[in-house]
């Protein structure tokens, strides 16, 4: 018990300690009082912005842009900033930072854009939003009572930039290679695995070609009462290519080809092929907001099985068509998301995968927000099922493919925020604390 007293008081001493420090500090004025239940406001008519991204560093932000009041809630803002991006043929990101107005600014719904490469820091990449962000909102916050602390300053171009676009020795190809492993384990157990991948792509306005390789390897053992040590092993790789030409602003055609191997699914070896068509309902220059397409492929594909299938076969082609919609809307009221593909044999035309995707984000009024994700799978296309009956260590440990007839999937939330709705204060101290 004297450990925990001499604990208790030396807490109590830091304690006035700190509060004699503070209170030698002058006092600070106190504010006006407010009226009766009515919500705290600024003192300033700074413009007040809801920044809706998901890929911004707010701290970072909120502490180089003081010039306007954040709040947290749309309904409440003058400007509602929606961000999205996209990735770019050379591996970076295209920016798209909508300015949408409300209220005074109703009729304000603007758009700037700009592009980050794949070889930017974070801290590029964050600077670089910050500059477009606070060109955006400056001509409007000149209105305001920020606008005696407003300035404006122009870097000029190097004298060496180039007044054309500069060579590209690469011809728009872009190469990425990675590789990586983890291991882990205990007494009983351990579990290893090793992932390799090379990927060549070249994109510009007129056409898309990509190429891309990749492989898995894992182990896993285990040692269970007296029993021999257990040691398991699957792996798998992969070559696909594909080519996409546009045609207009709202058709495109491809084609794609691939070979692959995979002990958990009884793949030996599979190659195949499939031309495809694209039809999407807006113009591909909306994409970062909105997107709906409709996409039919029809091709074949070359199977050889490590063991006998379910249905007595070592090898078989496959003619298969496919047809899937997708839509994708990034809007003010929050984001959707969904996919529908439906998969046939032509050969067996009762043999079909029919599958359903989607998740959306949702505002639905001031403060609350719904999300849900969900994916089922209608399956009935399972060929390549091993004939021999699988062992219990196979179904525990989830070494080959079992038979199914669907699968699914789900999560959804909600999410309600009141109290404050201005609050630009950026305090990092002890993030981290827990005990």
Known sequence: MSRVRCVVFGLIT???????????????????PAAAGAQAAPTTDLLRVFLDC??????????H?????YVRDRESSDFHVLVTTQPTGGGGTSWNVRFIGAGRFADKDYTLTFNTNVTDSDDDRR??????????????????????????????????AAAKPAHDPWDYWVFSVGMNGNANGERSSSSNSYNGNFSANRTTEALKMGFSVGGNLRRNSFEVCDCPRLITETHSWFVDSRVVQSLS??????????????????????????????YDFFPYSESSHRILTVQYAVGATRYRYAELTIYDKLGETVPRQQI?????????????????????????????RASIFGEADVRLFKGFSFNI????????????????????????????????????????????????????????RMNNIGF
């Not at 842009?65 to 009041?69: A, L, N, P």
Request: net charge negative; charged share 15%; glycine share 8%.
């Open 14 to 32: 830091l304690l006035a300690f700190v509060s004699a420090a503070h209170a030698q500090q002058p006092p600070a004025p106190a504010p006006a």
């Open 54 to 63: 998901d890929r911004c560093d707010d701290e970072y932000i909120r502490q």
């Open 65 to 69: 842009v003081g010039f306007v009041d």
């Open 127 to 160: 600077q670089a939003f910050t500059r477009v962000f606070k060109l955006g909102l400056a001509t409007f916050a000149a209105g305001t009572s920020a606008a005696p602390t407003l300035d404006v300053t122009y870097t000029p171009p190097s004298s060496t």
């Open 249 to 278: 602003k709202q058709w495109s055609a491809g084609a794609t080809g691939s070979i692959s191997a995979s002990s958990f699914s009884n793949n030996d070896r599979s190659f195949g092929g499939a031309p495809a068509i694209e």
């Open 324 to 352: 899937r919609a997708n839509l994708d809307m990034r809007q003010p009221w929050g984001s959707l998301g969904m996919n529908a593909t439906y998969s046939q044999h032509l050969n067996h035309t009762d043999r079909y």
């Open 373 to 428: 994700f969900g994916e089922y799978d209608k399956i009935n296309d399972q060929i390549s099922l091993k004939k021999e009956e699988a062992s219990q260590e196979e179904i525990l440990l989830r070494l080959r493919q079992l038979a199914t007839g669907y699968n699914y999937f789900i999560s959804f939330g909600i999410n309600y925020r009141f109290g404050s709705i201005f609050n630009s204060i950026v305090n990092p």
